[in-house]
C-alpha cells in the first residue's frame, strides 16, 4: 500500500527548488562570466602592419562601445542577483527540519539501551504520571507515545514489530512525498495555479514558437533574408551576361539595408545634407537614370553610393556616413556568397528542367560577382591590385607602372630586387617600408592538385561520358618570402638572381615527364604491383598475354584523364589559364612496359602463369577507405571559418581568408562543378568536386581557385580531360537475366531515372 504526501512544511520543495536553481546557474555564469581579454603575440604586434588605417582599425575593434558596456553592466548585476539569491535559498534549507524521524522508543522513554525491564517500567510509571490526559498539564499525544514505547520493549509482539517494521504496530504504508507544497493543490488556490498554466503555455509558449517560426521562414540557413535570395535569382535569370558595375547594383538592392526588412538600418535626418554631394561626385557609375525596383528606391541609392564611396576611399562625417558605410562593407561577403550561391542553383535548374541556355548565367558573371568581394575587402577596384600594401598611393601606382617597370601586379613588385623596392618607396620612412614588407610575407601564394576518379566503376581512373566524376582537389597555401637580395621564394627554397620565373617555367615546359614525375609533399604516392614467385630469370620469358594487356590499359589510363601543369605565381598575371603540358602516348606505353617488365623481373620460370600479387590493391583500398573515413570524421566535426587573418584596414571586422574553389570551361563560358567556399585553408586542404562527364571527346577544364579576400592572387590551372565513349552493356549477361515482372518495374523506375539517356544526350547537343 502506497501514500502520497504533498510537502506541507516545503522543507522538501526546497531542496529541489534549490537542487534545479544549481542545474541552470552554474553553466548560466561559466557562459555569462566576461572573460579577459587575450594579450596580442608579441612577435604578431611587431609583424603587424602599423600603418594608420590599420591602427585605428584595432582601436576602433578594442575599443568599449556604449552598447558593450551597457550589457556588461547588466550582466555583473544579473549574476551577482542570481546568486545572491541562491545563497539566500541554500541558507534556507539548511534550516528546514526533518518530517521524517527515525522512532527509537528508547529516546522517547529517555532511558538508555541497556537499561533493564525494571528501569524501564519505572521510567514508563515516572512519565505517564507526568503526561497523564487526566492531570492539568497532560498530554494525550505525548500519553500514546509513552506507551507504544514501553509496548515495543516490554511486549514480545509489539518488540517483534519493532525490529522488523521499525514500528510497534507492525507493517505501515510506504509513504512518498512529492516536492511541492501543498498550497498548490489547496482548493482555494485553483484559480490562479490554472491561470499561471494559461499564461505560460497559452500566451508564452505560443509567442516564442511563433517568432521562432517567422524568424525561420524569412531567412535562410546562412541568415540571408529569402527576399534578397529571390531577388537575386530574378536578376541573374534576367541579366545572365552581367558586368561587374551590374553586379554591383544587384548587390545594392539587398533587403538587408532597408529598414522595413532589417531594423538595424538607421535612417539618418542628416542623410538629406551630406548623401547629395557624394551622388553629384559619383553620378556617372551609380546609375541614376535607372528606374528599375528596387534599385531606384532610396535605400539602394545610398547603398551604391557608400560602396563607391568606399571603393575610392573617400572620406566621410565619421558619426553618420562612416557608420553606415561600415555596416553596409560588413555585410557585403556574405551576400556576395549568398549571389554566388544562386548562380550556381539557377545553372543547376536550367540543367535539370533543360531552361532556355541563353538564360542559364554565364562563367564571367559569376567571376565577376566574386570579384566584388576582395574589392569590398580592400577597398580598390580590380584595376590596381598594388593599392592592397600598406602606404600605396595613386603617385606610388605611377612609379611602379612606369615604361622601365612596368609592375602592374603584387607578384610582380614581390620580385623586384630590394633596391628596386625602395627607390619605388622612396618617399617613405624605414617603419613605413618594413610594414609593405611585412604584408608581402603574408599574402597566400596557391598551388593546388587534382585528382579524378569516377564514381561506382571498377576502372576509377577511365572517364567515361555520362559517368559521375569526384574531382579530388589538393590545397597548398603558402606564403611570399623574400630574401637578402631582394628574390622572390616560396616554400622556404631560395631562388638565385640568374633563375628568374620564366626560366622555371620554360624548364617545366620543356620537361613535361619531370613534371610529371615530380610529386607534391601531400599527393599520396603510388604503389608498384609486383609478381610473386619462384626464382630465377623472367627475362627470358615472354610477358603473360592478360598482364601486358592490364599494363597497357594502366599507361593509357594515366594518359587519358589529366594533365596539369604547375603553375608559376611570379609572371603576374594570374587570371590567364595556364598552358596544359602535352604528353606523348607513346612515351608514356613504352614506360609502362618498362614498368611491367621491372614487375615481372621476380618471376619464375615455370611453364606456369605467375601469380599477381593483390596485396597492393588491397593496400590501396584500405588507404582509400582510410581517407574516406577521415574525410567523414571531419564532417562531423563541424566547419570552422577561421584561417589566416587577411591585411584589410579599410574593412571593419577581423577577416579570415575564404577560397572557392570550382572547376570550369573557358571555351563554353560555363561551370563545369559549383563553386565550393573553403573556409579552413591554412597549409594543406583536400576538397571534393562532383560533376558528369559530358560528350566524348577531349576537354580543357580550368581548375579555378578565388580568394574573396586579395585581388591578383588567385589560381587558375588548365586540365586536359579525354572522355572515353560509354561502355556497352552485354545483353545475355547473366545478371541481366530477369523474369518479366521485373522488367516491368524496371521500365516503370527507368521513366524517373536521374542518368540520362542516350537520345537525351543526343538532343542536347543538337
Known sequence: MAKFEYDESGGTSLYFLVSFYALVLFPLTYYLWPSKQKKDDPEKARKACHCDPCESKRAQIHAPTPSSTLKNVLRWLFLIIAWAVFILLAL??????????EYDPFEILQVDRGASEAEIKRQYRKLSKMFHPDKEGGDADMFMKIAKAHAALTDE????????????????????????????????????????????????????????????????????????????????????????????????????FEKSHNSEVVNRPSDNEE????????????????????FCYPYS????????????????????LHQDRLFIVKKCPQLIQEMVNSAAQLILWHKINRGNPSKEPRLE????????????????????????????????????????????????????????????????????????????????????????????????????????????VYLKRDTFTISSDGDLNSSGMVIEAKDDLEELKSEEKDSPAASKNKHKAWEKQQKKKKSKGGGGNAGNKPKPKKQQQQQQKKAATKVATLTANSTSHGDGASNDPMEVVPVDQDAAQMSGDDSAEEGSQHSGSSDEEPLVDEGGEDEEEWEELQSGLTRKEKV????????????????????????????????????????????????????????????????????????????????????KVDVKEAKKIEENHPQWDISDDDKEDEAEDSAVSDYTTDDEESDDEE
Open 275 to 294: 548623401l547629395p554631394p557624394l551622388v553629384r561626385e559619383f553620378s556617372n557609375d551609380i546609375g541614376l537614370k535607372n528606374k528599375e525596383r528596387p
Open 157 to 256: 509482539e509489539s518488540r517483534k514489530n519493532w525490529e522488523e517494521y521499525g514500528s510497534p504496530d507492525g507493517r505501515q504504508a510506504t509513504t512518498f512525498g512529492i516536492a511541492l507544497p501543498a498550497w498548490i493543490v489547496d482548493q482555494n488556490n485553483s484559480v490562479w495555479v490554472l491561470a499561471a498554466y494559461g499564461i505560460a503555455f497559452m500566451v508564452i509558449l505560443p509567442i516564442a514558437v511563433g517568432t521562432w517560426w517567422y524568424r525561420s521562414i524569412r531567412y535562410t540557413a546562412v541568415e540571408i533574408l529569402i527576399d534578397t535570395t529571390q531577388l537575386f535569382m530574378h536578376f541573374l535569370n534576367k541579366t545572365p551576361c552581367m558586368n561587374l558595375k551590374r553586379a554591383l547594383m544587384i548587390l545594392s538592392g539587398s533587403f538587408e
Open 636 to 719: 562531423l566535426e563541424g566547419i570552422s571559418k577561421e584561417s589566416h587573418e587577411v591585411h584589410s584596414p579599410y574593412f571593419p571586422e577581423v577577416k579570415h581568408e575564404w577560397w572557392w574553389v570550382y572547376l570550369s570551361d573557358r571555351k563554353s563560358h560555363k561551370l563545369v562543378t559549383a563553386p565550393t567556399m573553403v573556409y579552413d585553408l591554412k597549409v594543406e586542404k583536400e576538397v571534393q568536386l562532383q560533376f558528369r562527364a559530358p560528350a566524348k571527346g577531349s576537354y580543357h577544364f580550368s581548375l579555378c581557385v578565388r580568394s574573396d579576400s586579395y585581388l591578383d592572387l588567385d589560381l587558375i590551372k588548365t586540365i
Open 92 to 101: 534556507r534549507a539548511s534550516q528546514v527540519e526533518r518530517d521524517h524521524i
Open 301 to 320: 541609392l545610398k547603398v551604391r553610393t557608400l560602396i563607391y564611396a568606399h571603393l575610392a576611399r573617400s572620406e566621410l562625417p565619421p558619426k553618420t
Open 365 to 472: 558573371t559569376i567571376e565577376h560577382i566574386m570579384k566584388l568581394s576582395p574589392m569590398i575587402v580592400q577597398a580598390t577596384w580590380d584595376k590596381s591590385p598594388l593599392m592592397q600594401l600598406p602606404h600605396f598611393t595613386e603617385e606610388t601606382l605611377r612609379l611602379c607602372q612606369s615604361k622601365r617597370r612596368n609592375v602592374k601586379s603584387l607578384a610582380q613588385f614581390i620580385k623586384l630586387k630590394d633596391s628596386d623596392k625602395r627607390y619605388i618607396l622612396r618617399h617613405l620612412d624605414e617603419r613605413q617600408y618594413q610594414d609593405v614588407l611585412n604584408v608581402c610575407a603574408t599574402l597566400p601564394l596557391m598551388d593546388a592538385d587534382i585528382k579524378l576518379e569516377v564514381v561506382d566503376d571498377d576502372d576509377k581512373t577511365t572517364v567515361t561520358e555520362g559517368a559521375f566524376v569526384t574531382a579530388t
